[in-house]
């Protein structure tokens, strides 16, 4: 594995003052708010702003539109340098914003510049609020959002940011001691916070691990050594939360651990953080956290915790395990963990188990994650079908969840851009083999790299396939085609009083040359549904 860039402890900026008269370099303007809520807080605080993106000023039209036309911005201050980047922009800053998405390792640009920050960085360093941080392969968003709603829902002054597309410089000057900051956090977010110490989560949750970004990373060592620094600088008083249940570890690190079965174990061996483990079964006498457990077919969450945090009704009543989590709006066995994560961080937040449970019974999950949005009727049949889009899933394993989230079968839609990810557990999955879900009565498939790999294996498993289609839109055309044909009944094995089938977009990929992005896609796909299946 090789070095990893390590940044000077701190932030360039002694204080939010400090920033006034500053020349700032933006790198990366972007669509998805991140470089332009940087351009919008170091304008008003007094800096000079050179925004300089590889993208062209069409291709930026919204983002720069809604800089251009706020009239609480000096825009004397402000300089558009796109279609490429200038050296002179990174050599006579004072400060270089980095955004995320941009490899530190052998880039020129970065290399001529003085000093380097992040939005994350700069608001890291001059918060007080206490930080929620969640990282992982799958469910960053998922738990991330939970959290928020159930805080907000019983009276936190509670803020989302991060990956989820929101900065959090968004709502630095509103934070203070008592406004709980929730952050989402990739791996490359992580990285450029390095060596700066200024990441001390009172609460740190590190959701599933799975191979991803291997386009990026040399291995999953590599990969996850990002996701380790989420807990690098907690003390005992700080709480980190990891899953208990057995992963690919042993087969995917080259670095494997003694006694360690999964990677959360070998996160739990590091962190100075007190350690809680989520599963998907009753936890060892050991071992405190949060489980499932089966009961007359339903699922529930429970809390096993020290006995000075559990409730006063529990501890009465000399409770071994506290119920937080019930029924849910939202679908999936995967967004159940999500949700029960967001129970836990509740119950470690002081709120008490019957207002968690309550309230996380409400929530009604996020845009883009298995989010049920339209439902459609045959006009010459009995067929109906509802759908769901989850374009956020980017990996295969994502993908794998969302198949599984429906004790029926579906109709699959999928594919993409590959990101050096194995297809073969997608793969399986839409065969039915080495599987208790059941494979989808259809497969439809995008075309992409991704898509491209993923193929070979379907024919080797003698799944059928639909595709590639080098457009949504006419994707779409043909399963409708197929739903409303003479014989769909008998295709779809379809009768009358019979629940409507789950259309699932759950790509398991990327969205990069047919969308801007995954968000694009799923709007994409929502808005051509509600003007196909009238």
Not at 178 to 185: A, I, R, S
Not at 232 to 260: G, H, M, R, W
Not at 526 to 532: A, G, H, P, R, S
Request: with cysteine; aromatic share 10%.
């Amino acid at each position: 594995m090789k070095e990893k860039h390590i940044y000077p402890e701190g932030c360039y900026f002694n204080s939010i003052d400090d920033i006034a008269g500053k020349k700032i370099t933006i790198m990366g303007l972007g669509l998805n708010g991140g470089g332009e809520a940087c351009a919008r807080f170091f304008l008003r605080k007094g800096a000079y702003v050179t925004v300089t993106d590889m993208k062209n000023q069409q291709q930026l039209a919204t983002s720069i539109n809604s800089l251009n036309k706020d009239p609480s911005l000096d825009k004397s201050r402000l300089t558009y340098v796109l279609g490429g980047h200038r050296m002179q922009d990174f050599e006579n800053a004072d400060c270089v914003i980095k955004n995320p998405g941009v490899k530190y390792e052998g880039n020129a640009y970065l290399a001529a510049a003085k000093h380097i920050e992040t939005d994350l960085s700069v608001f890291l360093h001059f918060t007080k609020a206490p930080i929620i941080a969640v990282t992982g392969s799958k469910g960053k968003s998922s738990t991330a959002s939970a959290i928020d709603y159930g805080l907000k829902s019983v009276g936190f002054q509670t803020f989302l940011g991060g990956n989820i597309t929101v900065s959090p410089l968004n709502f630095l000057d509103k934070t203070d001691g008592t406004t709980p900051v929730v952050l989402e956090l990739s791996s490359w977010q992580l990285a450029d916070l390095r060596g700066r110490k200024v990441l001390k989560p009172k609460i740190a949750i590190i959701t599933k691990i799975v191979p991803d970004h291997q386009n990026w990373y040399e291995d999953m060592d590599d990969y996850v050594a990002d996701k380790r620094l989420i807990y690098a600088d907690q003390t005992s008083d700080d709480f980190t939360i990891l899953d208990y249940d057995i992963d690919d570890y042993l087969s995917e690190s080259y670095n494997i651990k003694p006694v360690c079965r999964c990677w959360g174990d070998s996160f739990a061996i590091e962190t100075r953080g007190t350690v809680f483990r989520y599963s998907k079964e009753e936890l060892p006498k050991d071992i405190f956290g949060v489980f499932q457990r089966d009961y007359r077919g339903k699922m529930f969450g429970y809390a096993k915790l020290p006995t000075h945090l559990m409730s006063k009704t529990a501890q009465a009543a000399h409770l071994k395990y506290e119920p937080i989590m019930e029924s849910l709006k939202v679908q999936g066995e995967h967004i159940r963990t999500n949700v029960l994560n967001a129970a836990l961080t509740m119950r470690l937040m002081n709120v008490s188990p019957e207002q968690t449970k309550n309230t996380l019974s409400r929530w009604e999950g996020i845009p883009h994650r298995l989010e049920y949005f339209h439902e459609w009727k045959s006009p010459i049949s009995p067929i109906k079908v509802v759908f769901y889009n989850d374009s956020c899933s980017t990996v295969p394993q994502s993908a794998v969840a969302a198949c599984a989230s429906f004790r029926q079968r579906t109709i699959f839609i999928g594919g993409g851009t590959d990101k050096g990810l194995d297809f073969t557990s997608l793969a399986d999955t839409l065969s039915g083999k080495d599987s208790d879900e059941l494979p989808p009565i259809q497969v439809y498939l995008l075309s992409g790299t991704g898509t491209d790999n993923l193929i070979p294996l379907l024919e080797e498993r003698g799944v059928a396939y639909l595709g590639p289609f080098d457009s949504l839109e006419v994707l779409l055309g043909v399963l409708k085609a197929n739903l409303i044909a003479p014989n769909a009944e008998e295709i779809y094995d379809y009768h009358k009083d019979d629940a409507p089938i789950p259309v699932v977009f759950s790509p398991g990929a990327t969205s990069f040359g047919m969308f801007v992005n995954e968000f694009d896609r799923g709007d994409t796909f929502k808005d051509m549904v509600k003007n196909i299946y009238v």
